[in-house]
């Protein structure tokens, strides 16, 4: 099998595309993450958690070292990490490009399977997601 999936992907879309040798890439998923989408503010379900010193005196307010935001879209490193693994394990790809905004290509390192990690051939820092699939073809021909 000589088949080279493409992964584009920010913390909100993930779009996956399939290339056989000497074709054009097909775009074969999208996965989306609504939350990616959203700001801090709106992620939030409640207010500031509260901790008192001892014997009650003054509190402060505990603001996570984690952003909503930035945890919803480790999330969906997990998400994307786990679809590719399962194709992974069908042996649907034998290599991988990464194209990813760049952020979440970080994200994305430290989440992927190792298994898959040995599978990416190139990885490019940058933000592709709501390209159109003609400009994304583009900047994969360019790759090679």
């Known amino acids: 099998m000589d088949t080279t999936w493409i992964l584009v992907a920010d913390s909100s879309r993930a779009r996956i595309f399939e290339m056989q040798a000497h074709h054009a ?13 959203l700001q801090n503010r709106e ?11 001892s014997a009650g005196t003054q509190g402060n307010t505990y603001e996570p070292v984690v952003t909503p ?32 905004q760049p952020k979440f290509l970080g994200l ?9 990690r040995k599978l990416v051939v190139e990885e490019v820092s940058k933000d592709l997601s709501k390209a159109s699939v003609e400009d994304i073809q583009q900047q994969v021909s360019n790759l090679h």
Not at 25 to 37: F, H, Y
Not at 70 to 76: G, N, P, Q, T, V
Not at 78 to 87: A, D, K, P, R, W
């Open 25 to 37: 890439p097909t775009e074969i998923m999208d996965l989306r993450n609504g939350a990616g989408q």
């Open 108 to 116: 994305l390192r430290d989440k992927l399977n190792d298994q898959v």
């Open 69 to 100: 935001k930035a945890h919803e879209a480790s999330l969906f490193a997990e998400e994307v990490n786990q679809y590719l693994t399962e194709h992974y394990n069908h042996h649907h790809f034998s290599r991988l490009q990464v194209i990813a």
């Open 43 to 53: 992620l939030r379900t409640d207010g500031k958690g509260r901790f008192f010193g």
